[in-house]
């Protein structure tokens, strides 16, 4: 079975300041993993998915991911916080059965404040 | 291009009431999907379908049933409301596997009292 535990349901950074957004992953099989936000009253929207291509993944509005196995981890960054960037932020992990996949299941969600 | 729409955005239900939310991509997708939101639990699968004329069960079905009659409309009902089940529902599609994107609606935020 897959699950997903993102520590910190809320994040706090001053706009300029790096973002560290936490994902470990639980998986039998190798997983897909995907980063989506959420911006305040909105659906969720994909940032980026790793599906074992690279272990970097670089997404949408300058975020990226990095895939560690030995620590079953995926955490989102970015290098320098916008305003525009404040949103919840969720990630997700399906299972790879080479070639079918298991259902998304997301994460609890991180909230991302960010102050001027 | 609208995406993927949900009607009602707002519902306001008696416990015992009965609804059903409207889900209709206009992309062509194959997998449409109910997710329910709840504060501090993220989202969570309710029913999908990988094909019109087909459901599956997700993570939390009870209380729901679900119809695809037609590949772009995906149909989520609630026979019999209970407060248990005021939450934010969302919609969302994709093209052809779960691990491609998934496309959201704008959710519908539904209180049942």
């Known amino acids: 079975a897959q699950s997903v535990t993102q520590l910190g349901s809320h994040v706090s950074v001053s706009e300029g300041a790096l973002v560290l957004l936490r994902c470990n992953y639980s998986?039998?099989?190798?997983?897909?993993l995907f980063w989506y936000v959420q911006y305040p009253n909105q659906g969720l929207q994909l940032l980026l998915k790793y599906t074992s291509a690279a272990t970097l993944v670089k997404g949408i509005n300058g975020f990226e991911a990095e895939f560690k196995k030995s620590e079953t981890s995926f955490h989102l960054t970015k290098p320098s916080a916008h305003m525009s960037d404040a949103a919840e932020y969720f990630c997700a992990v399906s299972a790879n059965y080479g070639g079918s996949q298991g259902n998304l299941i997301f994460g609890k969600g991180t909230k991302l404040s960010v102050k001027p | 291009n609208a995406g993927v729409t949900q009607t009602p955005k707002f519902r306001v239900l008696k416990t015992g009431q009965s609804m059903t939310l409207l889900c209709a991509q206009d992309m062509n997708h194959e997998y449409m999907y109910w997710y329910r939101q709840d504060p501090g639990m993220g989202l969570r699968l309710i029913h999908y379908s990988v094909g019109e004329g087909t459901t599956a069960k997700g993570e939390v079905p009870d209380g729901y049933n679900v119809s695809r009659l037609k590949k772009q409309n995906f149909l989520l009902g609630l026979e019999s409301a209970a407060p248990s089940q005021t939450s934010v529902y969302f919609c969302?599609?994709?093209?052809?596997?779960?691990?491609?994107?998934?496309?959201f609606g704008s959710g519908t935020q539904l209180s049942v009292l």
């Open positions: 969302a599609s994709s093209r052809q596997g779960r691990n491609e994107k998934l496309f």
């Open positions: 998986s039998s099989v190798p997983p897909y």
